[in-house]
């Protein structure tokens, strides 16, 4: 595939200024637990959780789970299973979960109530972006940007594979990386 230079939908400063800002909050939030559980949803998230870990300075342990879509052929059944989980117990622990990016939100949903089922003393979840009209409803606690419905890169978020590193958030122009 041919790589495009994306165009910017949030800018570097502004994902900073929005980082600061999330984190102010999650620390007053959490100002009396001893300690939280970042955990981040590989691997789109991994810029967006090193970012706000380094804003943060209550107490924090960081912890990473990986995904997958179950795929059936060409029809995609809507499901997700963890393929990698956290190596840290969350029973008893203020769990933050750190996900990229908010679609149809099933991932979000499957990954509260998994971790709830295992008992923590609190659950929230923390979402860099949100495209408009989601499938399943599910409460954001802490969210960055809502964006328009469109495929978006950078800052951790990919197409196939490339992008990730971008420092802003972009959009891939329809066409332009049409191999054809
Ligand atoms: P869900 O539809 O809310 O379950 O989100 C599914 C996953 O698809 C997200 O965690 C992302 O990894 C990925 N995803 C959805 N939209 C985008 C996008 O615009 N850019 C990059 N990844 C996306
Ligand atoms: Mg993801």
């Keep these: ?38 955990l981040g949803v590989l691997r789109g998230a991994f810029i967006f959780l090193a970012d706000l870990a380094r804003e943060l300075t209550v ?30 117990n969350v029973t008893g622990r203020h769990v933050l979960i750190v996900e990229d990016i908010l679609d149809s939100g099933r991932t979000l949903s499957y990954l509260l109530e998994t971790f709830q089922a295992r008992h923590p003393a609190s659950l929230k ?3 860099l972006v949100r495209k408009p009209g989601q499938e399943v409803e599910v409460d954001v606690d802490y969210l960055g940007f809502d964006i328009p419905d469109e495929w978006v890169v950078g ?13 802003y958030i ?6 332009a990386d049409d191999d054809v």
């Design 155 to 167: 800052y951790g978020l990919d197409y196939g594979d490339h992008y990730r590193a971008l420092p």
């Design 170 to 175: 972009g959009v891939v122009e329809p066409g």
């Design 1 to 38: 595939m041919e790589i495009v230079q994306p165009r910017v939908l949030v800018s570097e400063d502004d994902i900073r200024r929005r980082v600061r800002e999330l984190a102010a909050r999650i620390e007053d939030d959490y100002a009396d637990a001893d300690e939280i559980l970042l």
């Design 125 to 127: 979840s923390c979402v």
């Design 59 to 88: 107490p924090r342990r960081i912890d990473f789970i990986a995904l997958s879509s179950y795929e059936n052929g060409s029809n995609f059944s809507g499901g997700v299973r963890l393929i990698m989980d956290s190596r840290i």
